[in-house]
């Protein structure tokens, strides 16, 4: 969501993996630089939009749902494409966010692998903006470890410390980079 004036530099620095929260504007953006960058989709997915994204994205973080599973097996058994999938998890229980709750996690990534055949690779979570991060943090390594995951996807600019004590193997720090969203 940050205005091509503000990644130029960026990517001009070297910096080769991206994240984006939206499918098509991920694609306006980075259709001639797709060879040269990893790119994340970090955003909700819609299921309207699961084909795009598997045609797009190296990295899917946010899988939440049996539905979105569904359709995203389909697509990569259409498209013969994979990306990294990571499952959401929505460790503070919050309604307003997306993500499986913590005690569905185990059994919706069975479903993933055994009733629809995906390679989950990670977990993501994005802890509640009023609590401590760290249990949080804690919480989805369990769960991570209780699934034989090793990717964890946690932290934001302001918890990315904790986040890496805790064994995230990716953070996303746009804010520290870019500057607040405006």
């Known amino acids: 969501m940050q205005p091509w004036e503000a990644v130029a530099p960026v990517l001009a620095a070297g910096q080769r ?21 990893e790119l994340r989709l970090i955003g909700p997915l819609q299921t309207n939009k699961a084909a795009e994204a598997v045609a797009f994205f190296d990295v899917i973080e946010t899988l939440d749902r049996e539905k979105l599973a569904r359709v995203l097996a389909e697509e990569i058994g259409k498209q013969g494409r994979s990306p990294g999938l990571y499952v959401q998890v929505n ?28 390679t989950v690779e990670g977990l993501m979570c994005i802890p509640p903006a009023a609590e401590p991060a760290g249990p949080h943090f804690a919480l989805l390594g369990k769960i991570a470890a209780r699934n034989g ?32 969203r405006s």
């Open 17 to 37: 993996v991206f994240g984006e929260n939206r499918v098509q504007e991920a694609q306006g953006r980075w259709t001639e630089w797709r060879g040269e960058i």
């Open 91 to 118: 460790t503070g229980e919050e309604p307003q966010k997306a993500g499986v709750i913590p005690t569905e996690t185990d059994a919706f990534i069975a479903a993933c692998r055994g009733t629809y055949g995906l």
């Open 149 to 180: 995951l090793a990717k964890l996807s946690m932290g934001m600019s302001d918890d990315f410390e904790t986040a890496i004590a805790f064994g995230a193997t990716s953070v996303r720090v746009g804010s520290a980079v870019f500057g607040a």
